[in-house]
């Protein structure tokens, strides 16, 4: 990773920005809600980039026309952490392959899934990338209903001083 300070609604923005016209050409509603002030993190910037962005085709892929996705980035007030959350009304995963999409390569199974292209790489490698970081990615789903992918980032990402007073697992020195 390279680790900078930068104001982390910049890379997530510039992820909507790539993704909007894919959703617009399936006629998908996409839209982000991010936080008004400047939230400096101490992060990869083109990792938060990349890991936003293959949230977000994920998320458009599996929508039908007429669904949408939805983009919220804030901080948690009771943790401070740094939640990323990308929802969608789309064709869901069932509970039993959830482990499987989060593998390399591993993807769902059944003729709605099989009609979408893909590697299979998105969510294994935006969960690396997040562990990278020192945070956790979580998906919830319902078949039918849609999907929530959540990127929680500890909150000394949050802050543009050094976080070692807070990294016991000396996860700053790993990655810088």
Known sequence: LAIESFDAREPVSAAVALVRPQAEDKG???SAVLPPDVLTASADRRALK??????????T????????VTLSMHPDPASGD???AVCDTGIGIEPHLI???????GQAEGPMARSFG??????PITKSLTELHGGTLALDSTPGEGTCVTI???EWRLRATSPADDDPQGLEARTA
């Open 82 to 84: 740094l939640r990323i």
């Open 118 to 123: 893909g590697t299979g790489l998105g969510l």
């Open 61 to 68: 892929k599996f929508t039908p026309a007429g669904g949408t």
């Open 28 to 30: 998908v509603r996409l």
């Open 50 to 59: 990349q890991m936003t962005l293959n949230l977000l085709s994920n998320a």
């Open 152 to 154: 929680t980032l500890p």
């Open 99 to 105: 482990s499987k999409v989060m593998e390399p390569f």
